[in-house]
């Protein structure tokens, strides 16, 4: 339909990005990305009309984002289930950069030169699908198809880095998910722009490795990044751990992968805690995940008390008491024996263990209101861990 609309109205549409590369990779994608040669939040407001859903449209990029729904289904003639979600539909357009790291200003353009500030041959391929009928061609103006089948990521130009350094990061987990060689030219241009890795807001960065966490094993582009000097570019104190391999393999055989930065916590918790802070705030990652992973960063490594063999269950739960949840659960997850078992006996019973009484039975008893309640709960509690009461009789004999 969008290739009928746009015949009907003479203008060039291609289909673009992610999914040319991946159909003919024949990996899935379902982001649908159409670059229009003219105005596209026109013609995307104009499939709208013509077939329903919503428009919302970015005038400064010219970018529109066509949302479906069981209307547009229906005038589609597609089943609803299968219809995605939203297509995207961008003008043509080359982009300057002002300054390196700055947002693009935009021009409208022919379609070459939008595929020509892409990132990497692999990411200019097209399929051109209009204004003729019938047209479906493979549009490949940088060898894109040659790229495609030698499995190599090539950037269109020497300073392509230095216009994105974020595309070092996109480098690698491309290279990673489609098991693609570096070209050597590329890799050399990486090595010679990564001082400007330094300058990318800790969000972007932030963002791209987040981006990496989906892919199937992360720990390889880590390990790259690592080896090839972009972690320390993007703050001298960022190391990949040895064992990260064999951490993240644990995360996912365990389907924590996904949840709450649990990628983050196993890459930055062997740090010290001052590498935590400089790291987590150059990423901008906000106080709660930096407060959880140096949480992780203690359990593991600053609590003698967990190394011991047995220890007392209330000398554990006073170290562990405040600590967060997800930070238990990895730590128990990563700790070596005994820690693990224990860590793992704290979240599974000993945290959830109070006394009988309360601070009601302590007035029943005639106790004056103070902050001796709370040290006499304190001390209940701590006998009914430590097995030095075991029933309520017993309790209320404790307590007199
Ligand atoms: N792009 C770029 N430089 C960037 C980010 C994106 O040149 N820093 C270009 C790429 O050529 C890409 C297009 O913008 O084809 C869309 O970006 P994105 O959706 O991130 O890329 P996909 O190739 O669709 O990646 P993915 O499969 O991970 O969605």
Do not use: C
Request: overall charge negative; glycine content about 6%; proline content about 5%.
């Amino acid at each position: 339909k969008v290739a009928e609309e746009a015949q009907k109205q003479t203008l060039g549409v291609y289909l673009v990005g992610g999914i040319v590369r991946d159909l003919l990779l024949e990996r899935a994608n379902h982001d649908i990305d159409f670059v229009v040669e003219g105005d596209a939040i026109a013609f995307a407001e104009h499939m709208q009309a013509t077939y329903g859903g919503s428009v919302h449209s970015y005038a400064p990029f010219g970018t529109a984002k066509w949302h479906l729904d069981a209307d547009t289904a229906e005038a589609l003639g597609i089943a609803n289930g299968k219809l995605p979600d939203h297509i995207d539909f961008a003008s043509a357009r080359n982009e300057y950069y002002l300054h390196p790291t700055a947002l693009p200003t935009v021009y409208s353009g022919s379609i070459k030169l939008d595929l020509g500030r892409r990132d990497f041959t692999i990411n200019t391929l097209a399929i051109q699908i209009s204004p003729a009928a019938h047209m479906w061609r493979i549009v490949d103006y940088f060898s894109g198809l040659d790229d495609l089948k030698a499995g190599l990521i090539r950037v269109l130009h020497s300073l392509s880095f230095v216009d994105d350094p974020t595309r070092i990061l996109r480098a690698v987990r491309f290279s990673e998910r489609l098991n693609f060689k570096i070209e050597d030219r590329t890799a050399e241009l990486i090595t010679n722009a990564l001082p400007m890795l330094r300058r990318i807001t800790g969000e972007r960065v932030r963002n791209e490795l987040n981006l990496l966490w989906q892919e199937a094993a992360p720990e390889s582009g880590i390990y790259t990044l690592a080896k090839m000097g972009a972690l320390a570019a993007i703050h001298p104190a960022f190391k990949a751990p040895s064992h990260l391999g064999k951490l993240f393999k644990r995360l996912r055989a365990r389907d924590l992968h996904q949840e709450s930065d649990a990628y983050w916590h196993i890459l930055l918790s062997h740090l010290p805690n001052e590498d935590i802070t400089a790291i987590g705030e150059r990423l901008l990652f906000g106080k709660p995940l930096i407060t959880a992973i140096q949480a992780t960063h203690t359990i593991l490594y600053e609590l003698p008390v967990l190394k011991e063999n047995s220890p007392k269950p209330s000398r554990v739960v006073a170290v562990l008491g405040a600590m967060p949840a997800f930070s238990l659960e990895i730590a128990a997850l990563f700790a070596e024996e005994p820690m693990s078992t224990t860590i793992r006996t704290y979240m599974d019973s000993w945290q959830n263990v109070r006394p009988k009484a309360d601070g009601n039975t302590l007035k029943a008893m005639g106790l004056s209101t103070g902050p001796i309640y709370s040290q006499i709960l304190l001390q209940l509690k701590n006998a009914w861990l430590d097995g030095e009461i075991n029933s309520q009789a017993e309790e209320e004999r404790f307590l007199e």
